[in-house]
């Protein structure tokens, strides 16, 4: 190959690709892979300020997707880092960067893996395909979701995807997500009588009412959980009311709402509790939803298997099934490929001053990678 990973990782790192900016990074992974592969088919899917690079072979047979995103999070105070942030520097057996981690690293990785797969294996019945956005660590408005409803008008075939999502804790692999609680977000307002404090026949408090609402909803079983995800959560983390005195009702009061949410319950369900609860307090309130992404579960696919036995041919070592963590565009790609794991590097810097991983993450990474295609595809 041209570039091994850690070079195409450095290229890449050295994009100033803020969220939603790409900034270059998605035109050195065309190249790369144009170069690396035979006569791919290519397609920008942009809208608005967001790139969506989405390369793809045109052969029979299943379609394998690798997933990520070349937008980072801002490096903040850049003074505040040991090495500049835009580009990798290695100390202390180390490589550090903004995106190095997440996940410039994977990106890169990914790619290279998928040209290494083919020149090793080219008459491999697979139809390999590579998709990254560029606002995946923003509001992700037109990227991942706006390419789905575009793969969804025109039925574009994903059978099993990988998204490299820095989904490790110590080492590369110890940990492979197989799915994703739910994110839904309620945004509730309890309209009051505002006056003075010494009259309470003539006022009427919504701070009660949302305070009761809170203990209410604070108190609830949403659901148990099961073998994979967590009982629901939910957590209150904004409050509003009150006017900057102390002797006056205010007029209104809200509260902020977030449920991450397993698979054993659904938004519609949470938002039919919610509400029953809501207008058991108060018949003055009004609640506006946000549903972020719904969960996705994996349990017995074949990217997850040829995953497990990658991992355990090279790390030499079982992974732990995890569905904990945030969020990622992998609960929208599960809309339409049921079949999806993220499996990336180490997570413990990612978001953070001097971002790092260790400096052999990348290669181990990309060997994974390959194995589980091979696994997959050249059996």
């Keep these: 190959m041209a570039e091994t990973v850690k070079e195409l990782t450095e290229k890449l790192v050295r994009c100033r690709s803020v969220t939603?900016?790409?900034?270059?990074?998605?035109?050195?992974?065309?190249?790369?892979?144009?170069?690396?592969?035979?006569?791919?088919?290519?397609?920008?899917?942009?809208?608005?300020?967001?790139?969506?690079?989405?390369?793809?072979?045109?052969?029979?047979?299943?379609?394998?997707?690798?997933l990520g995103h070349t937008d980072v999070v801002p490096p903040g105070d850049i003074k505040l880092w040991k090495h500049e942030p835009f580009n990798v520097t290695e100390d202390g057996g180390r490589l550090y960067g903004r995106g190095v981690a997440d996940m410039k690293g994977s990106d890169a990785a990914m790619a290279c893996a998928m040209a290494e797969f083919r020149s090793l294996h080219p008459d491999a019945g697979v139809s390999l395909a590579y998709l990254v956005t560029s606002d995946e660590e923003g509001k992700g408005t037109y990227g991942i979701k706006k390419v789905i409803e575009e793969f969804r008008e025109r039925q574009q075939r994903i059978d099993c995807c990988l998204v490299g999502e820095p989904s490790s804790s110590k080492l590369v692999g110890d940990t492979i997500k197989n799915g994703r609680r739910g994110s839904v977000t309620a945004e509730i307002t309890f309209h009051g009588t505002a006056g003075h404090v010494a009259y309470p026949d003539k006022i009427h408090n919504p701070v009660h009412d949302l305070v009761k609402a809170a203990h209410l909803l604070t108190e609830a079983v949403w659901d148990r959980g099961n073998d994979f995800m967590p009982p629901t959560s939910m957590q209150i983390p904004n409050i509003k009311g009150g006017v900057g005195v102390n002797n006056m009702v205010p007029e209104s009061a809200s509260m902020e709402i977030n449920w991450r949410y397993s698979s054993e319950t659904s938004a519609a369900e949470i938002r039919k509790r919610t509400e029953e609860i809501l207008a058991s307090c108060s018949d003055r309130f009004e609640a506006e939803w946000d549903l972020s992404g719904e969960p996705f579960l994996s349990t017995d696919g074949l990217v997850l298997e040829a995953a497990k036995a990658a991992i355990k041919e090279i790390q030499g070592f079982d992974p732990l099934l995890s569905t904990g963590g945030g969020t990622s565009d992998g609960r929208f790609m599960a809309k339409i490929c049921p079949d999806l794991i993220e499996l990336g590097p180490t997570n413990g810097s990612i978001h953070k001053i001097d971002e790092n991983i260790g400096k052999d993450e990348l290669d181990v990474l990309e060997r994974i990678y390959l194995r589980l295609l091979e696994n997959l595809f050249a059996s």
């Design 20 to 66: 939603p900016s790409d900034a270059g990074a998605q035109d050195i992974l065309e190249n790369f892979l144009k170069n690396s592969l035979k006569a791919p088919v290519t397609e920008h899917l942009d809208w608005e300020n967001t790139r969506n690079l989405f390369i793809h072979e045109d052969r029979p047979g299943k379609v394998f997707c690798f």
